[in-house]
């Protein structure tokens, strides 16, 4: 039998969509195409209209195939069980139960819908094989707290839950011991990773003493997590890469307020410097959502300036969408849908100014670099701070650490020349 998966949304949703498909080959189903596939899956996403929408086509498009079995998973499923059900799905399941799709494969006799209710569950652990994969990632976080104003997650995905912390550091250590050189750890709200007493800092700090882990990244933090024992684990342990995802949001402190995060400009600046203090040359990217309920011109350019100001190497920008059932739903003063379009056209430009004024810095330097694919005598990667390398060079030196000198920049990559490898090929 073959399968084919369709995947929607976030990083943690492309992790759950690739541990299924590992069960899966690992039962021995073969992987099929759009075409040809038995069975499918749609992992569903529900953060915006666009992604409810292309959640809904995706389902459609698979229930008209000739199919043997669909099944729907995900943020949309979790949220609109009914909706889903209506459309003829053969297998209904949310945010629980995605390590357990061969049992409902093997079992199934009639249509069936298993939703839970995720405010008050334990963390389902799950593993990639990802042994074809240069950087490893590491689930170690499911759900939110937080509840900001314009966010459905903590609907979708439910209250806080983590990992057992044995269970992250022999994954871990197992992913190194197999060969990997960066692990990328992963949640909804990675940060606030927490084992009974034992915090996210305390899980650093166990991590980077993994012999042979070359790069540990974390892939979102918010800055009320960055404490003084993160910043510690910061300052002494190189193998935590000069890059962090940090989201801003907004730059306007009305409009945080509006959004209920916990923070205020000042705030984030004072922690930007504690962090350009023990890393000058950090990357620091960002997530900024714009024309938000009351976002006026004047609080627009606000953010404008604020994020010059925070001088971010890149911005992932969002337009607001309305999310049923969030409290910024209910919010007057919505902004149309032209000008969030206009505004979005602003920030794209500001983060092509930024991040190119970002590389520009590292012409002539020397870094590491992990190379991760090979196309026509080119080899592509990362380096640590994530400028995205193009370097001539041979294919064996795929996922192995060499130093490269940057010499020019080709927007989107940096031209690099190979200097040395520094670790020894497989
Ligand atoms: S921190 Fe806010 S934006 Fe992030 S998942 Fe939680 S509620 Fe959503």
Same mark, same amino acid.
């Given at each position: 039998m073959k399968y084919y998966i369709i995947n929607l949304g976030c990083k943690v949703n492309a992790y759950e969509a690739k541990v299924m498909s590992d069960l899966l080959t690992n039962a021995g189903y073969l992987k099929g195409s759009i075409d040809d596939a038995d069975i499918y899956i749609v992992n569903t996403c529900f953060v915006t209209n666009v992604a409810e929408h292309k959640s809904l086509q995706m389902i459609r498009r698979v229930l008209n195939k000739n199919h043997k079995l669909v099944i729907v998973c995900g943020c949309l499923s979790q949220m609109k069980e009914a909706t889903v059900k209506d459309l003829g799905v053969d297998i209904i399941l949310g945010n629980k139960d995605k390590t357990k799709i061969i049992d409902y494969i093997n079992n199934y006799k009639q249509k069936i819908s298993k939703i839970y209710d995720l405010s008050n569950v334990d963390f389902e652990n799950m593993q990639l094989n990802n042994f074809d994969k240069t950087r490893a990632f590491v689930k170690i976080q499911d759900g939110c707290n937080n509840f900001c104003s314009y966010c459905i997650i903590p609907f979708t995905r439910g209250g806080l839950r983590s990992k057992k912390k044995e269970i992250v550091l022999k994954e871990i250590t197992s992913l190194v011991a197999y060969g990997h050189k960066e692990i990328v750890l992963t949640g909804i709200h990675t940060g606030s990773y927490t084992d009974l007493n034992y915090d996210f800092a305390d899980l650093l700090k166990d991590i980077v003493k993994i012999p042979n882990l070359k790069r540990l990244r974390i892939s979102s933090i918010e800055i009320t997590e960055i404490n003084d024992r993160v910043l510690d684990v910061i300052a002494n342990n190189d193998i935590l890469v000069d890059h962090m995802h940090i989201p801003l949001q907004s730059g306007s402190d009305t409009i945080l307020k509006l959004m209920n995060r916990k923070y205020d400009i000042n705030y984030f600046l004072n922690k930007i410097t504690q962090i350009r203090k023990i890393r000058p040359n950090i990357s620091i990217t960002t997530d900024?959502? #714009?024309?938000?309920? $009351?976002?006026?011109?004047?609080?627009?350019?606000?953010?404008?300036?604020?994020?010059?100001?925070?001088?971010? =190497?890149?911005? $992932?920008?969002?337009?607001?969408?309305?999310?049923?059932?969030?409290? =910024?739903? %209910?919010?007057?003063? +919505? #902004?149309? /849908?032209? #000008?969030?379009? /206009?505004?979005?056209?602003?920030?794209?430009?500001?983060?092509?100014?930024?991040?190119?004024?970002? %590389? +520009? +810095?590292?012409?002539? =330097?020397?870094?590491?670099?992990?190379? /991760?694919?090979?196309?026509?005598?080119?080899?592509?990667? $990362?380096?640590?701070?994530?400028?995205?390398?193009? =370097?001539?060079?041979?294919?064996?030196?795929?996922? +192995?650490? #060499?130093?490269?000198?940057?010499?020019?920049?080709?927007?989107?990559?940096?031209?690099?020349?190979?200097?040395?490898?520094?670790?020894?090929?497989?």
């Open positions: 900024v959502i #714009v024309g938000f309920p $009351h976002e006026t011109t004047e609080l627009f350019y606000e953010t404008i300036s604020n994020i010059k100001k925070i001088n971010f =190497a890149k911005l $992932h920008i969002f337009p607001y969408s309305i999310r049923e059932g969030t409290k =910024a739903s %209910m919010m007057d003063e +919505q #902004v149309s /849908e032209t #000008v969030k379009k /206009e505004r979005v056209k602003i920030l794209l430009n500001l983060s092509k100014e930024l991040e190119i004024s970002y %590389m +520009q +810095q590292f012409i002539g =330097a020397t870094l590491d670099f992990i190379p /991760e694919t090979y196309k026509d005598g080119y080899l592509f990667g $990362h380096t640590g701070n994530y400028l995205s390398i193009k =370097a001539k060079g041979d294919k064996k030196f795929i996922n +192995q650490l #060499v130093k490269i000198k940057i010499d020019e920049i080709i927007y989107p990559f940096c031209l690099s020349t190979i200097c040395q490898c520094i670790v020894d090929f497989k």
